[in-house]
């Protein structure tokens, strides 16, 4: 079990002990040196002596330490930074000495205080849940044995074992958002409504229940609208509202494969009933909506780099072009190519507005614009490089060979092909 050295966690172990001395069974005490306070040794010290005691005792207790080695990085939020810091540790320990149940000291004001800060961050019912008695992640079961227990009757136990703990200085650090809310909050709050621990408590698991509904109401929803190529628009836009922003979360939760920022919700809610494209970045990825289809692309992490202008394509292969994000594909055709001694020397140019395109022999030449809507061709997929030979238009990057290029028959003839982004990157030429 996570134990801290504190009043909540020792009060935990402590009954944790009583319980396994009757079946035999092995409890670690884990603890987590996060290095943010200098008394942090000495509490190591602290709960090493306890577990020692206990062992004395007759209690089968193994004390297992694990040393944070980062620190909170410029900017971020030390709670959160600590919070993280510590899931892994404690995951890291269990997994090393084979535990599969973590027990958590949480009590009851803590889930009250968690609904409380969640609710004023403005958090949905995902955030109002609180906290989970049982949860399973990455193999491991995390429970709250004592979440419907009030702080009272565990300061109660405390005192009747006369169990001896660590009082963390910082908890009286009101420039931590709970601690504030403890210090400052509660102690007016629990005086004007006695028992606003038990009913934020309950509602918390209210909260939880509502949660679950939606999410379950969501996977229904989605299994019309959804799939995976991605958000059909059209079957989306014909939900309630509330259905709409409902299924439009969850989606963005699975594709972003974390927590959506409302401000990325509420900005697609409203644009997304009206645009007919469009592109949104979210972090690492980008969604891009296109003929009623809503996408997650993966961006490319890329560097900065020149453009190459000039390119002699001498056979079919594979010709890298870092500085344009992939690389062109020449594969030999016996028809409808073009002629390889007019790639001999190509120029590679970005498209600058007024070039065109003939899409088929006997066509007429139009703009890159109208070729690219006709042919359904997404912003995105219109990247690389226009390939001229001579001052013609040849190839296109999603139109192709421009017609007006396609050789007669009995010439050496190729097909071009682009392939961008990561794709063009892990590619190597040879002719």
């Not at 909170?72 to 993280?84: D, F, K, L, Y």
């Not at 900065?304 to 594969?331: D, H, K």
């Not at 003939?358 to 139009?366: C, E, K, L, M, N």
Request: hydrophobic residues 45%.
């Amino acid at each position: 079990m996570a134990y801290s050295g504190g009043r909540d966690s020792t009060a935990l172990l402590h009954a944790t002990l009583v319980a396994a001395a009757e079946s035999g069974a092995r409890v670690l005490a884990l603890h987590v040196h996060h290095g943010l306070s200098p008394h942090a040794d000495a509490w190591v010290a602290h709960c090493e002596a306890q577990c020692a005691r206990w062992r004395r005792r007759g209690w089968w207790v193994d004390f297992v330490v694990h040393r944070v080695s980062t620190r909170p990085p410029p900017g971020e939020s030390v709670e959160a930074w600590a919070r993280t810091a510590r899931y892994s540790a404690l995951r890291a320990m269990a997994i090393e000495h084979g535990a599969t149940l973590v027990l958590l000291a949480h009590h009851q004001r803590d889930q009250a205080e968690t609904l409380l800060l969640q609710a004023l961050r403005g958090a949905g019912t995902a955030g109002l849940s609180g906290m989970p008695e049982l949860a399973q992640r990455d193999g491991i079961a995390w429970q709250r044995p004592w979440l419907r227990r009030s702080r009272a009757e565990i300061e109660a136990y405390v005192r009747r074992h006369r169990l001896r703990y660590i009082d963390d200085d910082s908890n009286a650090d009101t420039r931590y958002a709970r601690n504030r809310l403890r210090l400052q909050v509660w102690p007016a709050l629990s005086d004007a409504f006695p028992n606003a621990e038990t009913s934020l408590a309950a509602s918390a698991r209210w909260a939880q229940e509502a949660d679950a509904a939606l999410r379950e109401l969501a996977a229904l929803d989605l299994a019309q609208a959804a799939d995976a190529s991605g958000l059909h628009v059209k079957a989306w836009r014909a939900l309630s509202a509330a259905r709409r922003s409902n299924a439009l979360r969850a989606w963005l939760a699975a594709a972003l494969g974390a927590a959506v920022p409302a401000s990325l919700s509420e900005r697609l809610l409203d644009e997304l009933m009206r645009l007919r494209a469009g592109r949104w970045p979210a972090g690492h990825v980008e969604l891009r909506l296109y003929r009623g289809l809503l996408t997650c692309e993966t961006l490319a992490a890329t560097t900065p780099r020149s453009r190459e202008v000039a390119l002699c394509v001498t056979g079919e292969g594979i010709y890298p072009l870092p500085g344009w994000g992939g690389a062109l594909q020449v594969e030999s055709v016996s028809e409808h190519g073009v002629p390889l001694a007019w790639l001999a020397q190509i120029e590679l140019r970005v498209r600058v507005g007024g070039e065109q395109f003939q899409a088929g022999i006997g066509r007429p030449a139009r703009s890159l614009k109208k070729q690219f809507q006709a042919a359904g061709v997404p912003a995105w997929q219109r990247a690389g490089p226009l390939v001229y030979s001579g001052g013609q238009l040849v190839f296109v990057p999603g139109l192709g060979l421009d017609a007006r290029v396609i050789g007669l028959p009995g010439q050496p003839q190729v097909r071009l092909h682009w392939a961008a982004d990561a794709a063009g990157s892990m590619l190597r030429r040879h002719s």
